[in-house]
Structure formats: structure tokens, C-alpha cells
């Protein structure tokens, strides 16, 4: 049993304001005398569900295709935020959380229902603390359901930094809609994109046992 946690990619889908939308063009199409269908694509490196690289906020960072991929596999835990409201403080992830271990991969649900359909400018930010904190914890990777850990009109993209002093990765736009709070398997490997600052990915979630 898999759950699909990656958002379907489509012309329509919304995407960051002013950013490259989504588009799937033929260059060549089956007739009698092509043998084959073969398509283009034109679209944002933060598109859909995707992982961040250093570079996307760094001059100095890392290119997705040099990352190590190990933060992408492994146990992980989905935690529901939906009733947080616009930032996720060390508060109230320390009263969900507590003092107990947590698994090496943290994903955040924060959305009733993810925007499938249209662009959000109010989704929930993740407070620089919170990345602090987990990544004290011995957490590699965050994930969430939302744009950015940072909010829309942030020029400073703190809680991004924060991810890269702990040596974390991020992913985000993940649809978590379906997925009940828990542990799970996290397989949500980037694209060998070099020198490329982001990577769409197809993330998966496996229950253990
Ligand atoms: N931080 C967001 C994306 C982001 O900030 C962004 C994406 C596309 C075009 C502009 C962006 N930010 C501009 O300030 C992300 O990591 O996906
Ligand atoms: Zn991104
Ligand atoms: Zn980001």
C-alpha cells in the first residue's frame, strides 16, 4: 500500500505568482509518418511537489543534482497543523511534540484541503525556530503541504537558511490530504538536475510493517 503524495502536474494547476506555468507541448505526434508521440516541457523548478537545493537561496549553495539523497528515503512523521493558523511556532510544535524521539523525517500538514485548483498567498509559514528545533532534534528533512516554509512576501527567506545551517532538506507542495497523522516511509528522490536550484519529485509515503 502507497500513498500518492505528489500533486498531479497540469497546464491548469496553479502555480507561484509570476513564476512559468505548466506546459506539455508535442514536437513530434503518432501519424503514418511518425512512429512515436514526444513532448517538451516548460515549466518552474519549484513545481509541485519538489525539493529545494542550497542554490534556490545561496550563491555559494549546492545545485539539486549534487545533494545527498539520503534525507529523501527513510522513516518520517506526518504531523497535522491544520488548526495553527498562519505560523507554526517552537510552541506549538514543542505541546504537540514533547520531549519523545521523533523519526529523522518531519512532514507538515497544514491544509484541510490542499489548493489543488488555485494559488494561496495565506498559507501557513513555518517559524525559523521550528527548523531550529527539529533539526537539534536530529531531523534531516522537513516537508510540508504548503509553497514555501517562508511566508509569501518573506525577502529573507529565514527558516530556508535555517534548513541549510542544520544541513537539512526541504520539500514542499506535498498533498497530504489523505494521509492520517503517523510514521511512515518517505521516498520522494529529486531529478539529477545539475546546478539547478529545485527539482519536481514524485513523493510517495509507505505505513511501516
Ligand atoms: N521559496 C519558494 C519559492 C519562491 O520563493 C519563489 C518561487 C518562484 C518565483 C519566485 C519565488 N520567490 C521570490 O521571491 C520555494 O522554495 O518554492
Ligand atoms: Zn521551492
Ligand atoms: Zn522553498
Given at each position: 500500500?502507497?500513498?500518492?503524495?505528489?500533486?498531479?502536474?497540469?497546464?491548469d494547476?496553479?502555480?507561484w505568482?509570476?513564476?512559468?506555468?505548466?506546459?506539455?507541448?508535442?514536437?513530434?505526434?503518432?501519424?503514418g509518418?511518425?512512429?512515436?508521440?514526444?513532448?517538451?516541457?516548460?515549466?518552474?523548478?519549484?513545481?509541485?511537489?519538489?525539493?529545494?537545493?542550497?542554490?534556490?537561496?545561496?550563491?555559494?549553495?549546492?545545485?539539486?543534482?549534487?545533494?545527498?539523497?539520503?534525507?529523501?528515503?527513510?522513516?518520517?512523521?506526518?504531523?497535522?497543523?491544520?488548526?495553527?493558523g498562519p505560523l507554526?511556532?517552537?510552541e506549538?510544535?514543542?505541546?504537540?511534540l514533547?520531549?519523545?524521539p521523533?523519526?529523522?523525517?518531519?512532514?507538515?500538514?497544514?491544509?484541510?484541503?490542499?489548493?489543488?485548483?488555485?494559488?494561496?498567498?495565506?498559507?501557513?509559514?513555518?517559524?525559523?525556530e521550528?527548523?531550529?528545533?527539529?533539526?537539534?532534534?536530529?531531523?534531516?528533512?522537513?516537508?510540508?503541504?504548503?509553497?514555501?516554509?517562508?511566508?509569501v512576501?518573506s525577502?529573507?527567506l529565514?527558516a530556508?537558511?535555517?534548513?541549510?545551517?542544520?544541513?537539512?532538506?526541504?520539500?514542499?507542495?506535498?498533498?497530504?490530504?489523505?494521509?492520517?497523522?503517523?510514521?511512515?516511509?518517505?521516498?520522494?528522490?529529486?531529478l539529477?538536475?545539475?546546478?539547478?536550484?529545485?527539482?519536481?519529485?514524485?513523493?510517495?509515503?509507505?505505513?511501516?510493517?
Amino acid at each position: 500500500m502507497l500513498y500518492d503524495i505528489t500533486p498531479p502536474l497540469c497546464p491548469d494547476m496553479p502555480v507561484w505568482p509570476g513564476d512559468t506555468p505548466f506546459g506539455v507541448f508535442r514536437t513530434w505526434s503518432l501519424s503514418g509518418a511518425c512512429p512515436v508521440n514526444v513532448s517538451r516541457l516548460s515549466l518552474s523548478t519549484h513545481t509541485g511537489a519538489h525539493a529545494d537545493a542550497p542554490l534556490h537561496y545561496r550563491p555559494d549553495g549546492v545545485g539539486i543534482g549534487e545533494v545527498d539523497l539520503a534525507p529523501y528515503l527513510g522513516p518520517c512523521r506526518v504531523l497535522h497543523c491544520q488548526d495553527t493558523g498562519p505560523l507554526l511556532t517552537r510552541e506549538i510544535l514543542q505541546m504537540r511534540l514533547g520531549d519523545a524521539p521523533l523519526p529523522p523525517r518531519v512532514l507538515i500538514r497544514s491544509y484541510q484541503r490542499f489548493p489543488l485548483g488555485h494559488w494561496d498567498d495565506g498559507f501557513m509559514a513555518v517559524a525559523p525556530e521550528v527548523v531550529d528545533w527539529l533539526g537539534e532534534r536530529g531531523v534531516c528533512l522537513i516537508g510540508t503541504d504548503t509553497a514555501s516554509l517562508d511566508p509569501v512576501n518573506s525577502k529573507t527567506l529565514e527558516a530556508h537558511h535555517a534548513v541549510a545551517r542544520h544541513g537539512m532538506a526541504i520539500l514542499e507542495n506535498l498533498l497530504l490530504d489523505e494521509v492520517p497523522e503517523g510514521d511512515y516511509e518517505l521516498i520522494a528522490l529529486p531529478l539529477k538536475l545539475m546546478g539547478v536550484d529545485a527539482s519536481p519529485v514524485r513523493a510517495v509515503l509507505r505505513p511501516l510493517n
